[in-house]
């Protein structure tokens, strides 16, 4: 009899996480936290670490054609620096893991590693060690981020409560903009190589695709004011994706307001021009880095007139569901379409 195969793609990442979760325990004390949100949480005597890893590979994440080197490392440390910044908590350290085939030179590995340090610079993180192999295909980079921070002043996916304020920084769906015209622009010059990328008229998206950075920003200023955010998680995935993930952790439902959704002009055109819907593209786009993050009604005036954070709707008691709220009122239940990884 043949052994039953399960095929990854059944189960989505989210739920390969869950089904290989079941199988760890956890057994040191200082584990605070394993598996489960924007990184891992260690105590360290007075404070605690913060532990995020990520991996982006080429022909997945990124594609060489069209994303300069040194955007990429600086890129790869941000989605990392991203995730500490999730928890509330400051970076303070990277390793830096790189897989590379022998189409690369040391020039290459030198123009990646320029990006690396400038982000290493901007956010104030040293590159304290990491690992170098072959790959027999393209270029893998993993990085590991290691952040600090006060156990009681931690943000966790867990903690939203019902009647809480959902707050989002920036603005959505320039990256998935952004990528679509990079990727046109890559399929007319690989019909004509002539033809030089018209990319002058889009400089907003595409930089948000190639170069995101993570809002450290509103970390800084977080600790500046006073606040604590109930719940936070980054946009790395789509909105409506992270907004399930708030729910799922703290067993609650949300509503939010088309209205209120926060989206760039040149975003907003850009989509149209590409026959896409601007909403879904800020609903499902994915790779903003923002942050998605819910306050106390109490905390509203330390943040009613920041000039970066928007207020997109309210947290619902769980069986009251999630729902976005059209301009013209109408209730259409959320669903979550971001990026699948498999």
Same mark, same amino acid.
């Given at each position: 009899m043949?052994?039953?195969r ?5 189960l ?5 996480i869950?089904h290989?979760?079941?199988?760890v325990?956890v ?18 005597g ?8 990520d991996?982006l590979l ?14 990429l ?10 995730d500490?910044?999730a928890?509330?908590? %400051?970076?303070?350290?990277i390793?830096v ?5 022998n ?8 123009a990646?590693y320029?990006?690396?340090s400038?982000?290493?610079?901007h ?17 893998v ?8 921070g006060?156990?009681?002043t ?8 019902v009647?809480?304020?959902i ?9 998935l903009?952004g990528?679509q %015209? ?5 399929q ?14 889009y400089?907003?998206?595409?930089r948000?695709q ?8 509103i ?20 909105l409506a ?12 439902g ?11 002009k ?7 021009e590409?026959?896409?819907?601007? %909403? ?11 942050l ?13 007139k920041?000039?970066d954070?928007h207020? %997109? ?9 999630k ?7 109408t209730?259409?239940e ?9």
């Amino acid at each position: 009899m043949a052994e039953k195969r399960t095929e990854i793609s059944d189960l989505g990442e989210f739920g390969l996480i869950e089904h290989l979760k079941r199988g760890v325990n956890v057994k040191q004390s200082s584990t605070l936290l394993g598996i489960g949100d924007d990184a891992a949480v260690l105590a360290a005597g007075d404070h605690v670490k913060v532990v995020t890893t990520d991996m982006l590979l080429e022909g997945v994440h990124f594609d060489l054609a069209y994303a300069p080197l040194h955007h990429l490392g600086f890129k790869a440390v941000a989605v990392n620096v991203s995730d500490v910044a999730a928890m509330n908590a %400051i970076p303070k350290q990277i390793t830096v893991s790189l897989a590379l085939s022998n189409r690369f030179s040391v020039e290459a590995v030198d123009a990646l590693y320029a990006g690396v340090s400038v982000a290493c610079e901007h956010y104030g993180v040293d590159l304290i060690g990491g690992d170098t192999t072959a790959s027999r295909s393209g270029l893998v980079i993993s990085i590991t981020a290691i952040g600090e921070g006060q156990k009681e002043t931690l943000a966790y996916r867990s903690g939203a409560k019902v009647n809480d304020i959902i707050c989002a920084t920036g603005d959505l769906g320039a990256a998935l903009v952004g990528l679509q %015209i990079l990727e046109r622009e890559k399929q007319v010059y690989l019909a004509n190589p002539n033809m030089k990328p018209q990319l002058d008229k889009y400089p907003y998206v595409t930089r948000r695709q190639l170069k995101p950075d993570a809002r450290m920003d509103i970390i800084h200023e977080f600790k500046e004011i006073g606040l604590v955010p109930t719940s936070m998680i980054d946009i790395s995935d789509g909105l409506a994706s992270e907004l399930f993930h708030l729910c799922k952790a703290s067993e609650v439902g949300v509503t939010i307001y088309e209205d209120k959704l926060p989206i760039d002009k040149e975003t907003y055109d850009t989509a149209l021009e590409l026959g896409l819907d601007p %909403i879904t593209c800020v609903l499902n786009g994915g790779e903003d880095y923002e942050l998605l993050f819910t306050i106390a009604p109490k905390d509203y005036p330390k943040l009613e007139k920041h000039p970066d954070v928007h207020f %997109i709707g309210h947290v619902t008691k769980a069986e009251e569901g999630k729902f976005l709220v059209t301009k013209s009122g109408t209730a259409v239940e959320l669903k979550a379409q971001g990026w699948k990884h498999f």
